[in-house]
């Protein structure tokens, strides 16, 4: 049986070809930004709470770091425990636009899911980094996640929880200026 491919989809591939080497040089620009921005942090804020702000809350509470480079908003770090163990969420900001999100939960050895995957620290964990531009989704990168459906449905929610979570900042600081 022979299986023709038809002629219109080979003046697709050019496109897709621009499309994911312009998605990659974003992807690598945001990365170093992050790593340049890192050490030019000079202002840090913390708050330890029992609200639940991020949807990973349980009772047990939640530690959030606010990271200002010269009065402006870097990062906010969310991390917290539950009964799976210890989670946490960054959000990195440039330019005071949303850029990327980086999510994992680390998990306790006797309550371990099967993730197939492990940190630096050689713990059994899960991991997601998501880069975003102009508010929408620009790629992704996952370890340790089986349940793709639940993932998909995180990703589309992590940027409306980082607002939820950037008003909720303000509210707590509020002599502190976030641009």
């Known amino acids: 049986m022979n299986f023709r491919v038809p002629a219109f989809l080979f003046l697709l591939l050019p496109i897709a070809a621009i499309s994911y080497s312009q998605d990659s040089t974003i992807v690598s620009l945001i990365d170093g930004s ?8 000079n202002k840090t804020y913390w708050i330890l709470t029992k ?3 991020v949807k990973s809350v349980s009772g047990f509470g939640t530690e959030v770091s606010i990271g200002m480079i010269n009065d402006s908003l870097y990062r906010i770090v969310c991390t917290g425990s539950d ?8 959000f990195y900001m440039m330019q005071g636009k949303l850029e990327f999100i980086y999510f994992t939960n680390e998990y306790y050895i006797d309550t371990k899911p099967l993730t197939g995957f492990t940190n630096w620290k050689g713990y059994p964990a899960s ?3 998501a880069y975003y531009r102009d508010g929408k989704l620009l790629h992704e990168e996952h370890k340790g996640i ?5 993932y998909q449905a995180m990703l589309r929610s992590l940027p ?3 607002q939820k979570i950037y008003h909720w900042v303000k509210e707590k600081l509020p002599g502190v200026v976030l641009n």
């Open 127 to 129: 991991e997601c980094r």
């Open 83 to 90: 009964s799976l163990g210890k989670w946490g969420k960054e």
């Open 146 to 150: 089986k349940n793709e459906i639940t």
């Open 51 to 53: 609200e639940k702000i």
């Open 34 to 41: 992050i790593k340049k921005n890192y050490d030019r942090q």
């Open 160 to 162: 409306a929880e980082y």
